[in-house]
């Protein structure tokens, strides 16, 4: 019975779900205590002012912040794609943050008292029932479904209230100004319909030749715009997970073993067939729909056709009013409970196959509703996801021989072996980058972290620690710097020549978009564009700022043209990515002055809330300046290795 109840309203546990992970993740509640040894939970990886992020409130949080992506993504989330979103650094970084709003927090005298997470914990819309707070049984019961303790919650709530309590005291001071607000207004609201024409640079290209001397003389003038860099090399050892695959051995035991551990995994859930005829309550004056005792008579006179034999489809087709079912019958296909309202969710879980319901009141009406099907929970048999389950075991496998490694590569290193050796005894190969500079990232080794990282190295130090990368980790050891240097023509030549061609093409594009509007001020835009081979365009419809100006795109100097410009004129040539256009403004609708009466406030609160939350986020960075943040990068490597796949 209880769990029929939870699957009815599981989207309404999902909901409850997403706040307390959400809550959890930016205010995570420490478990342990540092002093543990290596390995351990409650090891320390950063060290925040003197205050430490465990590895277990890593792994948690990570975890949680996992399950939020794999409930969006809904399956179609793998290890790889968590490894290019960089999903450890995001929450390590988060969690950090948190450490740093805790220590001002102190710094500041900013504390919340039991009063306020008691009075936060009766007025939260998520604790109301019909404006009445729900009790707090019901709170301990629903915490209970989520494994959380009372204390638990009330620390987690506690710093979210401190959080956003430093964060009024850091924002009290930003005002918005009259001006500010009007500016805002017209930015939001004003629309312009154009027409234009584009001179694409792109038609000019290939007829620009530069000569010798016209690629040295813009090398002469321009030569500070072409020094090389100082660049890098690094030879590096990489742990590719699909490289270690020929090395990993994955038995029908272990695909039985793994299934049996996490059948879970593998439940399918319950499902019905539905089909149904709404009769809509009109919603307001001008809503559409029926007073609800017109609306109630229709729905019954429906329900007794259909009790009296008729047909279900062709009813439906004719006196539904939800028009995405109406045209196949009334069908809705099949859904997990949840997916519907709650009134229409609990009535079909409660009926069997080909039963047909008694009216059904929801927030859209009066339902009649046939049930077709329904499939019962269960877990899919072995059979069904074998090859699933090899696909999973074998990435685990790949991962923990990538961590074994990994580990066996980090000792060596810290015994003074070199990375040479250290991967020869792994059966390893060091390879070599090429040359690059700083912010350059070599694709084998896709990580700005990492390449940040190198240009911290000194000539011939190695790194003793991995870096994650997507497709595994990678050790490094600088073995060159290149120092930065004046160029020689010949190392920049194709480049001056690409750069003098996209000038000189820029030019002519300038100029043929200057002779239009020249001729437009005669014959008219349209006739101006075909007499240079150009066409003339318009916006399909009234655009705002921000929006793009049809195939033009958009771009600041585009907005400032088309939104500064009379009505019935033409521009300048304004820039654009490929070229130079020619605008017109044949429509221009400025909002009325009553609208920003009716906006002031909310425009004025939002523009509030940008510039405190800018002003809270670059009090966090100096708060970074503050405190000593000390990382271990072994520890690192222990928390997000050790994760539960």
């Known amino acids: 019975m209880a769990l029929a109840l939870m699957r009815r309203h599981r989207r309404w546990l999902y909901v409850f779900l997403w706040l307390v992970i959400a809550a959890f993740i930016i205010l995570y509640i420490p478990a342990f205590q540092k002093g543990q040894q290596a390995g351990s939970p409650a090891e320390t990886v950063v060290s925040v002012g003197g205050r430490d992020i465990s590895v277990g409130e890593l792994q948690r949080a990570y975890l949680r912040q996992r399950q939020v992506y794999e409930r969006l993504y809904q399956g179609r989330l793998n290890d790889a794609m968590l490894k290019q979103m960089g999903l450890e650094e995001q929450v390590l970084d988060q969690l950090v943050g948190d450490r740093l709003v805790e220590l001002e927090a102190r710094r500041l005298g900013v504390s919340v008292s039991d009063d306020a997470v008691a009075r936060a914990i009766s007025t939260s819309p998520e604790f109301q029932d019909n404006g009445r707070f729900i009790g707090t049984d019901e709170i301990r019961r629903r915490l209970d479904l989520q494994g959380m303790s009372e204390e638990q919650f009330a620390e987690s709530l506690r710093r979210q209230l401190e959080r956003e309590s430093l964060q009024r005291l850091v924002g009290s001071a930003v005002d918005v100004s009259e001006a500010e607000v009007e500016r805002e207004f017209q930015k939001r609201n004003e629309q312009v319909k154009l027409e234009y024409v584009l001179a694409d640079a792109a038609r000019f290209r290939p007829q620009v030749q530069p000569t010798e001397s016209e690629i040295q003389l813009r090398f002469d003038s321009k030569k ?36 049996q551990d ?58 539904s009013e939800d028009q995405g079912s109406a045209q ?28 047909l319901s008694d009216l059904v009141k929801t927030t ?51 015994k003074g ?6 991967a020869k005894a792994q059966r390893l190969t060091v390879q070599k980058t090429a040359p690059f500079a700083r912010g350059e ?55 001056v020549k690409a750069d003098l061609v996209e000038e000189k093409a820029m030019e002519e594009a300038h100029a043929l978009a200057g002779s239009v509007k020249a001729k437009a001020a005669t014959i008219g835009l349209d006739k101006a564009a ?8 318009e916006t399909p419809q009234l655009v705002g700022r921000g929006q793009p100006l049809g195939d033009l795109g958009t771009g600041a100097a585009l907005d400032q043209a088309a939104f500064s410009l009379p009505e019935k004129t033409l521009s300048d040539p304004v ?46 960075a100096s708060a970074r300046e503050r405190y000593t943040i000390t990382r271990d990068a072994k520890a690192y490597r222990r928390a997000v290795g050790e994760r539960e796949p």
Not at 308 to 313: I, L, T
Not at 381 to 397: I, L, M, N, Y
Not at 417 to 422: D, G, I, R, V
């Open 575 to 620: 820039r654009t990515a490929s070229g130079w256009a020619v605008l017109g403004v044949l429509e221009k609708k400025t909002p009325e002055p009553a609208e920003l009466q009716r906006q002031k406030a909310q425009i004025a609160a939002s523009l509030r809330d940008e510039q405190r939350q800018e002003l809270f986020r670059a009090f966090l």
């Open 441 to 495: 990232v070599p694709p084998v080794l896709a990580s700005p972290t990492l390449v940040a990282h190198v240009f911290e190295l000194k000539p011939g130090q190695t790194e003793k620690e991995g870096f994650p990368l997507p497709q595994g980790a990678a050790f490094v050891s600088l073995v060159e710097v290149q120092p930065a240097r004046a160029a020689a023509l010949q190392d920049v030549h194709d480049k």
């Open 224 to 259: 500070d715009s072409y020094r090389v860099p100082e660049k890098r090399v690094v030879a590096y050892v990489l742990l590719d997970r699909q490289a270690l695959a020929p090395q990993v051995r994955v038995t029908d035991r272990d695909l039985e073993a793994y299934y």
């Open 530 to 537: 075909a007499a240079s081979g150009l066409v003339r365009k």
């Open 417 to 422: 072996k070199s990375l040479q050796e250290a």
């Open 328 to 355: 196949n019958g009334g069908d809705l296909g099949c859904f997990p409970p949840g997916r519907m309202v709650p009134q229409f969710d609990d009535a079909v879980f409660a009926m069997k196959p080909g039963q």
């Open 364 to 414: 859209f009406g009066y339902h009649v509703i046939r049930l077709a099907s329904r499939k019962e929970e269960a877990v899919l048999p072995f059979s069904q996801v074998k090859e699933r389950v090899r696909a999973e075991v074998t990435d685990r496998k790949m991962s923990e021989l990538g961590d074994q490694k990994a580990q066996a590569l980090s000792e060596a290193l810290a």
């Open 262 to 319: 996490h059948r879970d995994e593998f439940r399918q859930e319950e499902e019905a067939c539905a089909s149904h005829i709404l009769v809509k309550v009109k919603q307001g004056q001008a809503g559409e729909g029926h007073a609800d005792a017109e609306a109630q008579k229709i729905a019954q006179g429906l329900l007794d056709q259909l009790k009296a034999g008729g047909d279900f489809a062709a009813l439906a087709k004719k006196y």
